[in-house]
């Protein structure tokens, strides 16, 4: 089955600079990948998603980059806020859609004001 | 109402005690997940519904835990003989359709079991 391994596990940046999380995934037929924002408490929340038909998606000031070769993808997010704080998940899925996803194991981002 | 709704948030039951969460989906989502979440790790995926039939139960852990949606709407997880090792927090979601393009899922909050 899928493996989906995600670093760092915690990353902390200065209020303003940039984020860059990084996920590795195992199957090669996975072709949708999410980002999922937790915060304490909550369940998990879509913040962007790519299909493998395209290599990098923006929305704001949050970007998803995908290298379909080497098996990863990345988040990125730039000018942080400290509301940005939170667990983030990455995830992958050969249905094409949200149908059994295999998540990473989340990266606990801190913004420091 | 406004998102998934999880009952409850919290439970607490003793070891070999038969447990039931309960899912209340985005009205007119027609495909619904269970996802179960141990303490510092994503979700792990148990059981996909689409309309009132188990599409994909492929993730349930072994034949303790059931699931149904009989209407297609309202979805209980059942755990029978609970173990200390299914303390997690079950989480659920659900979305339009399953398969398609959007397909984005809408998690509750979840339901914490602690199993003594």
């Known amino acids: 089955g899928e493996n989906v391994e995600q670093h760092p596990s915690t990353l902390s940046v200065q209020e303003g600079d940039s984020a860059v999380i990084k996920c590795t995934y195992s199957?090669?037929?996975?072709?949708?990948f999410p980002w999922y924002k937790q915060e304490l408490g909550k369940g998990p929340q879509l913040i962007i998603d790519?299909?493998?038909?395209?290599g990098e998606k923006k929305d704001q000031r949050i970007a998803v980059t995908l290298n379909k070769t080497a098996k990863h993808f990345s988040l990125h997010i730039t000018e942080t806020q400290p509301e940005d704080s939170a667990v983030y998940f990455c995830a992958a899925s050969r249905a094409g859609s949200a149908r059994q996803l295999t998540f990473g194991s989340g990266t606990q981002l801190t913004v420091l004001p | 109402g406004a998102g998934v709704s999880q009952t409850p948030s919290n439970k607490v039951t003793e070891k070999g005690k038969y447990v039931e969460l309960r899912c209340d989906p985005i009205?007119?989502?027609?495909?619904l997940y269970w996802y179960r979440q141990s303490l510092g790790q994503g979700p792990e995926f148990l059981i996909y519904?689409?309309?009132?039939?188990?599409?994909?139960d492929s993730g349930l852990p072994n034949d303790r835990f059931f699931a149904v949606r009989p209407e297609g709407s309202v979805s209980t997880l059942k755990i029978q003989r609970t173990e200390r090792g299914d303390s997690a927090v079950y989480l659920c979601?659900?979305?339009?359709?399953?398969?398609?393009?959007?397909?984005?899922?809408?998690f509750g909050e979840g339901s914490r079991l602690t199993v003594l």
């Open positions: 519904f689409q309309g009132t039939g188990a599409a994909d």
């Open positions: 979601a659900s979305s339009f359709r399953a398969g398609a393009s959007t397909g984005e899922l809408f």
């Open positions: 790519i299909r493998s038909n395209v």
């Open positions: 009205s007119g989502h027609t495909a």
């Open positions: 199957d090669s037929a996975s072709n949708y």
